[in-house]
Every structure is written in structure tokens, then in C-alpha cells.
């Protein structure tokens, strides 16, 4: 099992419609939990970061965390042309016995916008 | 990812040479991060390093890589004797601890071997 998993697309969905994005994430004990974003040819940019069960919105962005379903998602309302991109789900894993957290990434879902 | 920088950003290198990539992090983040990237595929984690300690090397080859973060200077990711299989984008992220912090990203280097 993947320690993060993602569905690699592309997912389509219309100009202003909503897109949802899911992940799930194999380490239970994992706390941190972040979404990026990545055009192509450019490095990824942190959208959004979720430690806490529940909703957390920023602008046209939320992020959703249920730790128990070991699921995050991140939803785009209003989507635009200029949101296609692929979206990187990124998780923090417990610390190992330094405590030290690495940070493993999704292989991210596509997201195409059409006008 | 303002601030975190890498350089060159672009590398050619012949097969059998070495490639030297270099990642400053932002100000004040003592934690670095070294990714690879193939072309339409996801990052896979490559080393984390503190200053002077390399804290998990289990995504790093076990020939031909290696990664430091001196006290001074730029995290440096070695590629020796490269061959064709290593032309990828490498991207550094920086933190400035462990834990629930966020990592940015640099712009990446685009490493290219003919």
C-alpha cells in the first residue's frame, strides 16, 4: 500500500463548478497534512495546510481532514481555467525516533478547468 | 517559495560526469528536503537533512548520490557518474524545524543527461 494515494486524473470539470480532490494516507499517527499546487514545468506551491479534524477554508479553497477515515480532500469552488494544475497531497508522518517527520507526497491528481 | 533557491536550473551533463545541485533555504529554516521528479510522474522523496545531520536517506540511492547540509553554505544533492536514467527535475524544500510546519519549494533543477 502506498503510504499516500491519490487518483491521477485528470479529473474535468467545468468552469465554475466545484472540484474535489481526494487522498488517503496509509499512517495512522501521520498529524500533518498539506495540499500544493503544481503548473506544469514550475515546482510545487502550498495552497493549503490542515492539522485538525473538520473544514478549513481559504477563499475559494477547502481543506477537509478525517483522521479516523484516514482521508483528506480539497475542494475548489468556483473553479477557474487558471486552477488546472496538478494537486499534491502531502502528509507528515510520525516522528521517528529523533523526532523528526518526513513529508511524503501523492503523485498528485491532474485538474483540467474547461471554459 | 520565495526564498528558497537553487541553482543552476538547468544541467547537462555527459553521461559519466557529476552533477552538483545546490538548494539555499529560506531564512532562518535549518531543515532541507531533496525531491526527484520524472516527467508526468509525482515527487518521490530523495533525503531530509538538518544542518550537518542527514536525518532520513531512505528515498537516496544507495550508489552514486550523496547529500549534505554543511553549517555553512547550501545543501548540495551529487549525482556521480550519471546516466541517462537520472535526467530529471530535482526540487529542494526547506522547513524551519520538524513537525507541523509547512515546507516551500525552490524552482527546481532541471538535470539533463546526453
Known amino acids: 500500500q502506498k503510504e499516500v494515494e491519490q487518483n491521477s486524473g485528470p479529473l474535468s470539470v467545468p468552469e465554475g463548478a466545484i472540484a474535489s480532490l481526494n487522498c488517503t494516507y496509509s499512517?495512522?499517527?501521520?498529524?500533518?497534512f498539506f495540499w500544493y499546487r503544481q503548473y506544469s514545468g514550475k515546482s510545487p506551491e502550498l495552497i493549503m495546510s490542515?492539522?485538525?479534524?473538520g473544514d478549513k477554508e481559504d477563499g475559494r479553497f477547502t481543506a477537509q481532514l478525517n483522521k479516523a477515515s484516514q482521508y483528506v480532500s480539497l475542494l475548489i469552488r468556483d473553479s477557474q481555467p487558471s486552477d488546472s494544475a496538478t494537486y499534491l497531497c502531502?502528509?507528515?508522518?510520525?516522528?521517528?525516533?529523533?523526532?523528526?517527520?518526513?513529508?511524503?507526497f501523492g503523485t498528485g491528481t491532474k485538474l483540467q478547468v474547461i471554459p | 517559495n520565495a526564498g528558497v533557491m537553487q541553482n543552476p536550473r538547468h544541467l547537462v551533463r555527459r553521461r559519466g560526469q557529476e552533477a552538483r545541485l545546490r538548494c539555499s533555504p529560506m531564512?532562518?529554516?535549518?531543515?532541507v528536503y531533496w525531491y526527484r521528479q520524472l516527467p508526468e510522474e509525482g515527487l518521490k522523496f530523495m533525503v531530509y537533512?538538518?544542518?550537518?545531520?542527514?536525518?532520513?536517506e531512505s528515498g537516496m540511492p544507495k550508489e552514486r548520490f550523496s547529500a549534505e547540509f554543511p553549517k555553512e553554505g547550501p545543501s548540495i544533492l551529487r549525482i556521480q557518474q550519471v546516466v541517462r536514467g537520472d535526467s530529471a527535475a530535482y526540487f529542494c524544500?526547506?522547513?524551519?524545524?520538524?513537525?507541523?510546519?509547512?515546507?516551500?519549494f525552490g524552482q527546481g533543477t532541471r538535470l539533463t543527461v546526453v
Open positions: 502531502a502528509v507528515n508522518h510520525p516522528p521517528n525516533s529523533g523526532g523528526y517527520q518526513k513529508v511524503t
Open positions: 490542515i492539522y485538525s479534524n
Open positions: 531564512k532562518g529554516h535549518s531543515h
Open positions: 537533512l538538518q544542518k550537518e545531520n542527514i536525518i532520513d
Open positions: 499512517d495512522r499517527g501521520s498529524q500533518s
Open positions: 524544500a526547506s522547513s524551519p524545524r520538524t513537525g507541523k510546519t509547512e515546507a516551500f
